[in-house]
Each structure stands twice: as C-alpha cells, then as structure tokens.
C-alpha cells in the first residue's frame, strides 16, 4: 500500500499510500492536501477467508490453519457455566490466577487444587 499511488479526485493531486493523512477511524485514509477521504482499507474476515482458501498462497493457508485450530482449541475450553467448576468447600479461599508456562493457558487455582484450567 505504501507504494500505490492514490488519486484525489477533490483537489487532483495524486499521492503514495506512505503520504496519505489519517482519516476519522481506523479504515480511513484522507488526501494530505484537501483531507478529503480518498482510500478506505478493508480487512477480509477470518469467516470470508475460510470460504476462499484459493486467495491465499501456501503459507498463508498454514498459518489460517494454525489459527483456526487454536481458536478451536481455545473455544471448546472456554469456562460456560458455573456447573463446569469444582463445589470449594472453603466459607473463605484465595483465587489465583496463573500462566501455565509449557501450555501458555490459564489456570484458576486455590492454594490446594486447580479450580479451572
Ligand atoms: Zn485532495
């Protein structure tokens, strides 16, 4: 994007996408002179991705892959209900909040039993 040139029908001029102002959000790109709005970016969804594996090359199917499976992963790990966690019999208990640092995942303990992982 940086080296396409951007033409601004408002004033004429024509810039590169390194020259280009920030618009009102994100998306949005303005001419550096008039600051009309000349290019709005667009970010494919990772839904729109899975329905046109053909638009990315190789190693970028790898790393969807890689991705869908993680997000996978992580969804049917999700904490949904209470019912999931063990009853702590405790009237009073600290919970903790750790990193498991071989997995990366969190774990939700007590000082005594992993409460949820
Ligand atoms: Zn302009």
Redesign the pocket.
């Known amino acids: 994007m940086a080296d396409a040139a951007v033409a601004?029908?408002?004033?004429?001029?024509t810039?590169l996408g390194s020259e280009l102002a920030d618009g009102d959000n994100e998306e949005e790109r303005?001419?550096?002179?008039?600051?009309?709005a000349?290019l709005f970016l667009v970010f494919e969804s990772v839904d729109e991705l899975a329905g046109h594996p053909d638009a990315l090359s190789p190693s970028e199917r790898e790393d969807f892959a890689e991705r869908t499976d993680f997000v996978d992963r992580w969804t049917a790990g999700l904490l949904k209900s209470p019912k999931q966690l063990p009853d702590v019999k405790a009237k009073k208990f600290t919970l903790f909040w750790d990193a498991d640092h071989d997995t990366q995942g969190i774990i939700n303990r007590t000082r005594a039993r992993v409460i949820w992982r």
Do not use: E, T
């Not at 601004?8 to 001029?13: A, H, P, V």
């Not at 303005?30 to 009309?36: A, G």
């Open positions: 601004c029908k408002q004033c004429g001029g810039y303005d001419c550096p002179k008039c600051h009309k000349i």
